[in-house]
């Protein structure tokens, strides 16, 4: 073999994840994927991958099971390979996979449940941002709401399915509770995650909380992001959400209001 | 060299486990060290890096990367070597190293440790590489020899001839994974310990242990260095017959898969700390 070494490792690399691994290799690299150690490289890269994806979805397998989870997750690998070498974080597109992924339509809110898994990574690994405390957001006058905005915690997370009580579902699956679960309400339910003390933090969250929190991570003033939550739910109790949102760690500082962007209501 | 002074007082460590914080933490064995897959804590921060610190606060650490592709015909990625300069500077490690392999390509990571040709192409590549890793991190690092599965008609260079050179040439440390070379030995038909004695000892910074299994389809003609139990007495023996020739070096045992409790490895750890106490005055000496 005698390849240069880009060729080699382009060969390679296309021969792991190929189905028929000699089918399009190079005349120089036959030699090599005909021997039975470069088996032990492809389940290797694979093992690597769905290992990592159940790991990081652990409420979407606990739903579906093992067999399924791992051959759902061999098919996203070979399509989607990590963009990044921390497997901690790999699986961003694996949500939108089982969206379209047609066997999983049997579990309609599968791929809601994927998307709740993936914000609970990523509040796990931001940024260590401080806490904003609730005086000070209580110490605001009217005149200054309207020119002051909330600056989401780098933890914050959270995700809203008009369809799903995706609240109750996922946190009654995410991990094994002794705890007899309350009855599912079939209605439509949000997740908020932050990261008050350390470890993530999950509570339930209104569509007034959902579209508060989208109106301050556009920059919109307090008084913008309320209008909003009551835009989406008239009847909401805007000091109760504010506090539950303080008491949870959801912000990180005040900030000056930005104009003109407090009507783009989706994060 | 000045290898030992650095590190004399590292024996016997351990690949760290998160499900093993507190006890690791809380663990006071003498000469204690630990290691951690640098990729693992490349994150911006949140539980797991205020964990690393706390290690960090009460024993030595070591950082081992998996992924830098070394070997790859391309520089490292500047965003993961920043990250990797990141997490240098945070934790201070007493060690850090990578392995002659390569697994990110065209910007999709696979997660091995693939081969390459000993080729002069690839030993410059792989000099050049590490000469931009050593320069970003202001400090040497150890590289380590993976496992081998293929038999390569390309090789210019022995394993060991070619792993001296890149050390001459880059001025970086060698980690000698001893059960990779079992692994390799016993999958390529040469000697294992021939190889072993073939490593010029003042290269050697660290040495790895870890577990192995049989191919699930051919058995034992295919050894796979999979991390998935305690550490073979054949490598073990391989390891004394090391450490008697080249003297004592920082050993890490190695466990990723079936991870028993933190006591179990210790134990397992515990053996390699009082093999490398029977050589105690190398570390006075230093």
Redesign the interface.
């Known amino acids: 073999?005698?390849l240069?070494?880009?060729a080699?490792?382009?060969a390679?690399?296309a021969a792991?994840l190929a189905d028929d691994p000699a089918a399009d290799a190079p005349e120089e690299l036959r030699?090599?994927l005909a021997?039975?150690?470069?088996a032990?490289?492809r389940n290797?890269?694979l093992k690597?991958?769905i290992d990592?994806l159940q790991a990081n979805f652990p409420t979407v397998d606990r739903l579906v099971g093992d067999e399924w989870f791992r051959a759902a997750a061999a098919i996203h690998a070979r399509a989607t390979?990590?963009?990044?070498?921390?497997?901690?974080?790999y699986g961003e597109s694996f949500p939108d996979f089982l969206a379209a992924f047609e066997p999983a339509q049997e579990l309609p809110y599968l791929a809601d449940v994927a998307r709740v898994d993936r914000a609970w990574t990523e509040?796990?690994?931001?940024?260590?941002?401080p806490l904003l405390e609730p005086p000070a957001v209580v110490a605001l006058s009217p005149a200054q709401m309207a020119t002051t905005g909330l600056q989401l915690h780098?933890?914050t997370r959270w995700h809203w399915s008009d369809a799903w009580p995706i609240h109750a579902l996922w946190s009654r699956n995410r991990s094994e509770s002794s705890e007899e679960p309350a009855e599912i309400v079939w209605a439509g339910e949000g997740v908020l995650l932050t990261?008050p003390y350390?470890?993530v933090h999950c509570a339930a969250l209104s569509g007034a909380g959902a579209a508060f929190l989208a109106a301050c991570a556009t920059g919109a003033s307090i008084e913008q992001a309320v209008l909003a939550a009551l835009s989406a739910e008239p009847a909401a109790d805007i000091a109760a959400l504010i506090h539950q949102l303080l008491d949870a760690g959801a912000f990180s500082a005040l900030q000056p209001a930005q104009r003109d962007t407090a009507r783009k209501e989706e994060e | 060299m000045m290898l030992m002074s650095t590190h004399a007082m590292l024996t016997g460590g351990l690949g760290l486990k998160p499900q093993h914080f507190e006890a690791a933490d809380a663990c006071a064995a003498p000469g204690l060290w630990f290691e951690v897959h640098a990729?693992?804590y490349?994150?911006?921060?949140?539980?797991?890096?205020?964990w690393l610190e706390r290690i960090r606060a009460s024993h030595p650490l070591s950082l081992h990367g998996?992924?830098l592709s070394l070997a790859?015909?391309?520089p490292p990625?500047p965003r993961?070597l920043e990250r990797l300069a990141a997490l240098v500077d945070r934790v201070e490690p007493a060690l850090v190293s990578e392995h002659l392999a390569?697994?990110?390509?065209?910007?999709?990571?696979?997660?091995?440790l693939?081969?390459?040709?000993r080729?002069r192409?690839?030993l410059q590549?792989v000099v050049d590489n590490i000469t931009c890793v050593q320069q970003r991190l202001r400090r040497r690092i150890a590289l380590e020899n993976p496992s081998?599965?293929?038999?390569?008609?390309?090789h210019e260079y022995g394993e060991i001839e070619f792993l001296v050179e890149i050390a001459r040439r880059s001025g970086c440390a060698l980690l000698l994974d001893v059960n990779n070379v079992h692994v390799s030995a016993n999958?390529l038909e040469y000697s294992a310990a021939e190889t072993l004695d073939a490593v010029p000892a003042e290269w050697v910074e660290e040495i790895h242990l870890a577990g192995h299994s049989a191919?699930p389809?051919?058995g034992d003609v295919?050894l796979?260095d999979s991390h998935d139990a305690p550490v073979a007495a054949a490598v073990w023996a391989l390891y004394e017959r090391l450490i008697n020739r080249i003297g004592p070096r920082p050993t890490l045992v190695e466990r990723d898969e079936n991870v028993p409790g933190f006591d179990e490895l210790l134990s397992e750890r515990d053996h390699a700390h009082s093999l490398l106490s029977l050589h105690q005055p190398l570390a006075q000496a230093a």
């Open positions: 073999m005698q240069a070494l880009h080699y490792q382009d390679f690399a792991l030699s090599l021997q039975p150690g470069f032990v490289y290797t890269v690597g991958c990592a390979l990590p963009s990044q070498v921390s497997l901690l974080v509040s796990h690994v931001a940024a260590d941002d780098a933890a990261r350390g470890a | 990729e693992n490349m994150v911006d921060g949140g539980p797991r890096l205020a998996v992924s790859a015909d391309a990625d993961q390569w697994s990110t390509w065209r910007g999709a990571y696979r997660p091995d693939l081969p390459v040709p080729s192409e690839v590549r081998h599965y293929l038999r390569f008609d390309a999958n191919d389809n051919l295919l796979i």
